[in-house]
């Protein structure tokens, strides 16, 4: 019913940026909130930042400040720009959507991000 389709991901040296984008599609409802999970193999998916239709924002600890999140509600797509990328940060980011309407969740296929020392 909602389709996530992420980019903005690659290889990049420690200490550049990049900037993913996921761009939902189908039954969007009003009220829901958006975010990025990271997994590496042998770890738990983690929520690195997160975005409510509000406003609203979560971040990870971990991330230390560096990245930041936002959405074009008009174009149903998350952003979250990532600086100062350490090799610690490397990992399959996902989209997720969730919507309390309805307690729908999606998540997006991944994107790769690798950053190399």
């Known amino acids: 019913q909602v389709q996530l389709v992420e980019s903005g991901g690659g290889l990049v040296q420690a200490g550049g940026s990049l900037r993913l984008s996921c761009a939902a599609s189908?039954?969007?409802?009003?009220?829901?909130?958006m975010g990025w999970h990271r997994q590496v193999p042998g770890k738990q998916r983690e929520l690195v930042a997160s975005i409510s239709s509000g406003g609203s924002t979560y971040y990870a600890d971990s991330m230390r400040g560096r990245f930041t999140i936002s959405r074009d509600n008009a174009k149903n797509t998350v952003y979250l720009q990532m600086n100062t990328l350490k090799p610690e940060d490397t990992g399959v980011y996902y989209c997720r959507y969730y919507t309390a309407s309805t307690y729908a969740e999606y998540w997006g296929q991944g994107t790769q991000v690798t950053v190399s020392t």
């Open positions: 189908g039954r969007i409802f009003s009220i829901n909130v």
